[in-house]
C-alpha cells in the first residue's frame, strides 16, 4: 500500500508550489536534483496531473513556513493506492489482458533470476551500544530511509549546515562507521541554503535499521517511537537515544524576559507524533518536572523542562552531544 497526496483544488496546489519556490531559494532543477525527483514527475506534480507520493509531499512541506504546513494540510487529502487503483486497474486488465500477461510471466522471470542469489545480512555479532542508541535517535529526530524500485536503498539525514555539521562528522558518522565501516556518506550544503544533508546509499544500512530496530521505510513524521529494544535496555540506553533526538529535533534557549534576574534556561521538544511524545513524557516525567501537551492549532507536541536546577540534572542524566546546545550551556554554566 502507499499513500498519495492530492490538493482539493487548484488554487491550493499552485499556492504550494509558489511557496516551496518563495521559501526555498532553490531553482526548480536544484529541488530535483536534491530530492530526486524526476522533471516529468515534478511538472504532473505541479500541473495536478498527477497526485504526489506522501514521502516527496512532506518533503516538499519541510521548505514551508509552520502556519502555512497547517494550512496546507487542510486542502490536501490522502489517497490510498490499493483502493484508488481497484476500479482502473480491473478495467485496464480487461482491455490490455495480453500485455499484463506477458509483464507477470516477465515478472515471474526475473523473481527466479533475483532469488537464486539473494544477499542477506546477518547482525547476529551486533551488540547494542549507547553509543548505537544515539545514532537511533539522531534517525528519530533527522532521519529518513526508504527503498525505490527495489535496488536503490536510501537513508537521509536533514540538519542545519550552521550549526550540525560538527556533530555529523564528529559524532554520528563515526558512530554508525564502527559498526558498518563500509558506509561511504556523502554529504552536500544545498545552494542558498542553510541546510545540511547526510546520505547514505547503502543496502547494509537500510536493513540495519530495519531488522534490528523495526523502522519501516517511508514517512515516520506522525507514528515514529524509540524502538523497544531500546526501551527495554535499560535506562543508559534510553537516555542515550534521548540524547540524540534533542540533540536533532529538540532545542535549548535562554529566556531572557525582564521577569527573570538572569537568562532563564529551557529545554525544550516539538513532535507530530504522539507516541513518541507519550513515550518521552512517561519515561522523563519520572526525573524531572514537564510543562508538556499538544498545541491544538498546529497538532503538534510540546515537551519543556526549565530551570537551572534542571539543566543540571538534564547535563548530568541525559546531556547534549550537540554544538549547538553545549555552546549556549556554556554562557550559563
Known sequence: MSIFIKFIDDTSRVAFFNKIKENSNLTWK?????HQISKGCLDNYKSGLSAIPEIIFHKLLSYLPEEFKFNTLQTTISIDSTDWLKKGGRNAYRINFKKFEEGRLKGIKSIKIISKKPKIFSFSTFKLSPEICEFVGTFIGDGFFNCYNNKLYHIEFSGDKRFDTDYYYETIIPIIKREIPELKPQISFPKNK?????RFFSKKLFCFLKQEFGFKPGVKTYTVTIPERIMNAGEE????????????DGTFFLDERKSYKRPYPRISLQTASEPLYNQLREYLSKYFSLNSGKNKNRNIYYIEIYGFDSLKKWMSKIGFSNKRHLNKIATVA
Do not use: E, Q, W
Open 30 to 34: 536544484d529541488l530535483r536534483k536534491t
Open 237 to 248: 540506553y534510553i537516555d542515550r537515544a534521548i540524547r540524540g533526538i534533542f540533540d536533532t
Open 194 to 198: 542553510n541546510t545540511l544533508k547526510v
